[in-house]
């Protein structure tokens, strides 16, 4: 089945401090989610990207839908002590009953220090 | 927006007891529904979907069983709990072409 590789799978970082985590695939997907969750929290949708070389911006971050489809990276600028979470990529196929069937990556855990 | 609501948020339960999970979605209508398992805080599993009221597909074999009693109600139900049936279980849901949302979540202790 597919899987996704996703990295780092830690990032402590100072405050002010960028980010950069991405994630590959053995395969293509038609869509590429970035999340981010809270300690007891459900994950909350930070970034969709329907369009390969897509590139969308959020507030502080970015993301990126890889020209083959196959790659995705999440920037964060000018890290705040509320970015910390864990990040999830996602990928789908898309498409009628598929839309909410994602394969997710394994997180990075990201630590800021004020 | 869509709001979903599951509960309870913890649970500890003894092996072999049964169990039920309930979710309710508000804000869309004809709703797809999902059950995902999140281990050790890492990445989610998708255990069961459904498209429609009494329409349930399973990911993954397992010891759990998944119902949809109702358009908005979606249900995660085990007749005997295994230790390895531990874990963080979130319902999520798509309405047309909007991403999927989860709810927060209900964690699972089974001793």
């Known amino acids: 089945g597919q899987q996704l590789n996703q990295s780092p799978q830690s990032m402590f970082i100072q405050e002010g401090e960028d980010v950069s985590m991405n994630c590959t695939s053995s395969s293509i997907f038609n869509t590429w989610l970035w999340y981010k969750q809270d300690p007891g929290e459900g994950p909350v949708l930070l970034i969709a990207l329907y369009k390969a070389g897509e590139l969308t911006s959020n507030g502080r971050l970015t993301a990126q839908f890889g020209i083959t489809r196959k790659d995705s990276f999440l920037n964060i600028s000018a890290s705040i002590p509320s970015d910390v979470g864990i990040y999830f990529c996602?990928?789908?196929?898309?498409?009628?009953?598929?839309?909410?069937?994602?394969?997710f990556g394994q997180g990075t855990i990201l630590t800021v220090h004020p | 927006s869509q709001t979903i609501h599951q509960w309870p948020a913890t649970l500890v339960q003894p092996v072999g007891s049964p169990l039920s999970l309930e979710c309710t979605v508000e804000?869309?209508?004809?709703?797809?529904l999902y059950w995902y398992r999140q281990a050790a805080g890492r990445g989610l599993q998708l255990l069961f979907y459904?498209?429609?009221?009494?329409?349930i597909s399973s990911e993954v074999p397992q010891n759990l069983s998944a119902s949809r009693p109702q358009d908005r109600q979606f249900i995660l139900s085990s007749k005997k709990l295994l230790l390895s049936d531990s874990g963080f279980y979130l319902c999520a849901s798509t309405g047309g072409y909007s991403p999927l949302h989860f709810g927060n979540g209900t964690r699972l202790t089974v001793t």
């Open positions: 996602a990928g789908s196929n898309a498409g009628g009953t598929s839309y909410g069937k994602l394969t």
């Open positions: 459904s498209v429609g009221i009494g329409q």
């Open positions: 804000g869309t209508s004809n709703p797809n």
